[in-house]
């Protein structure tokens, strides 16, 4: 029957039922406990985790319904099953509808029971599961908020878990929507710096003076406007982690400071002689070429090379189109979720082509939106077509798209560019497979007899 034993509070005012049936339960390796009230089962579900509760709905005092409900309050997942008198089918249903397993009339052979029992068990034991193998489907999926599962994805997920355990500092990089950020979040609440703060600022959004100030606090007068004493988000982040996000923008001036953060781990707020001591790690992210800017003058060497200790790249949207489908259901479904309670949406085969073949310049951020606006505007409120997607995604022709053609002035000759075009395919095949045309023209998509008539019809170059 079950593979562990199972502890069973049986409530039953009628001693001698209650009685009989605890015995002949034990006999059958259950562990039963008896109550003869709901006021004493409610004392014992308050002692003990049982795995069933048989409860009659009709007792003096406290009824059955309650028990069920304290039962289910305080344990989810407990199996609870109610005996009903006859002809009294509606309190039975009702006790369903409050969350019990299953419902047994009075008077029940005890094989029936028995019966009852054993399925109920078995579907709670199905269902927990089905929760188990779905939660480490979904481990498998993602690392904190970062969706994938595609090959690039899953080595980036363990770098992020090793890097996580470290605390050394990580220069992110990426285009930009790769999920630069969310992924500096992830190593930081998978670090042991969790519960401190994870500061983030974007180096390329204020002004030199601005996020000077920002870096390093600063003290009261230290410029105009500084009316007060400040703490920078450097040391905002003490024990914590501080992303410094498009860290390529930095000038030089600061890129200096910031060195000497990263090789003394201490810094003077702005106007200040004293010097604070932080125990911070860094994070930078950029999606642009750290390394080029360095050879090109514009990033300083020896920063590059304190920030590049850990590299983590982010493989851009394209690179793992077999991503698509997943990141297009998680964003339906975070996106339904929002306004109450889930849509069923549904993306056609079409659609879904579209959408891996695009480009995607700005990678998951760009994706994100176009859901985002398809399940705004989209007419049909359960399902997701081509027509809803923007007309670039809508209309292309997308793996590698081809470059736009110009027709010159005097126009073009058509045919001689297809058979220029086509001698070029059959060359290409041909020099692949060392001239096996069978080969080649499965490389073609043609049959060989076709192949080899075109051979023949072509002019010699
Ligand atoms: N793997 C992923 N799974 C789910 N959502 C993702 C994933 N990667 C990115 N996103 C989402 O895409 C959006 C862009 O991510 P994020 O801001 O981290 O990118 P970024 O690389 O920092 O971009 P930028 O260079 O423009 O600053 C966010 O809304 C984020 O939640
Ligand atoms: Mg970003």
């Known amino acids: 029957m079950t593979d562990r034993e199972t502890h069973l509070l049986i409530v039953e005012d009628e001693a001698p039922l209650r009685q009989a049936t605890a015995e002949r339960l034990a006999e059958h390796g259950y562990l039963v406990v008896e109550a003869e009230s709901g006021e004493v089962a409610i004392e014992q579900l308050a002692k003990f985790a049982f795995d069933v509760v048989l409860t009659d709905l009709r007792l003096p005092g406290i009824d059955g319904t309650a ?46 029971l028995l019966h009852v029992l054993s399925s109920a068990l078995e579907q709670r034991r199905l269902r ?97 406007g500084a009316v007060s004493n400040r703490a ?3 040391e905002a982040a003490d024990r914590g982690t501080v992303f410094l996000d498009e860290v ?89 979720g929002q306004d109450g309670g889930r849509r069923d949406v549904r993306v056609t085969q079409e659609a879904m082509r579209q959408l891996m073949g695009f480009s995607w310049p700005g990678n998951i951020r760009q994706l994100e939106n176009v859901v985002e606006r398809a399940l705004a505007l989209g007419r049909d409120r359960t399902q997701l077509d081509v027509a809803d997607l923007p007309p670039e995604i809508r209309e292309g022709p997308s793996v590698g798209q081809p470059q736009p053609v110009e027709i010159p002035e005097e126009g073009v000759d058509l045919p001689g560019h297809i058979a220029a075009l086509e001698r070029r ?36 170059q």
């Not at 309050?73 to 009903?84: A, D, F, G, Q």
């Not at 500096?184 to 994870?198: K, Q, Y």
């Not at 200096?256 to 201490?266: D, M, N, T």
């Not at 189109?321 to 339904?336: N, W």
């Open 425 to 460: 395919f059959i060359q290409q095949a041909l020099a692949e497979t060392d001239g096996n045309k069978q080969q080649a023209a499965e490389r073609l998509g043609l049959k060989r007899t076709t192949l080899v008539e075109k051979v023949k019809r072509l002019r010699p």
């Open 248 to 336: 390529g923008t930095m000038p030089p001036s600061l890129q200096v400071k910031l060195l000497r953060v990263l090789q003394e781990r201490e810094l003077e707020r702005l106007g200040d002689t004293r010097t604070i001591r932080i125990d911070v790690r860094v994070i930078a992210a950029t999606n642009a070429n750290l390394a080029q800017m360095v050879t090109d003058g514009q990033f300083r060497e020896d920063l590059f090379y304190r920030l590049n200790v850990i590299p983590v790249r982010l493989p851009s949207l394209r690179e793992r189109r077999d991503d698509i489908p997943l990141l297009v259901q998680h964003f339906v479904e975070r996106l339904t």
């Open 232 to 234: 920078g988000r450097l």
């Open 128 to 224: 927990s599961e089905n929760a188990y193998l779905r939660s480490q489907l979904e481990e498998r999926y993602r690392f904190d908020g970062l969706v994938g599962q595609s090959a690039p994805m899953r080595e980036l997920f363990e770098l992020l878990e090793t890097v996580a355990g470290a605390s050394s500092t990580v220069l992110i990089t990426g285009e930009t929507g790769t999920g630069k950020e969310l992924a500096a979040r992830a190593i930081h609440h998978n670090s042991d710096r969790r519960a401190h703060r994870f500061v983030a600022l974007n180096c390329g959004a204020l002004p030199e003076t601005l996020l000077e100030a920002e870096l390093f606090g600063h003290i009261r007068g230290a410029y105009t």
């Open 67 to 112: 028990v069920l409900e304290a039962a289910l309050e305080r344990y989810p997942e407990i199996v609870c099953i109610v005996v009903t008198g006859f002809g009294t089918v509606k309190d039975a249903v009702d006790a369903i509808k409050r969350g019990a397993a299953e419902f047994i009339t009075k008077p029940f052979q005890f094989d029936q």
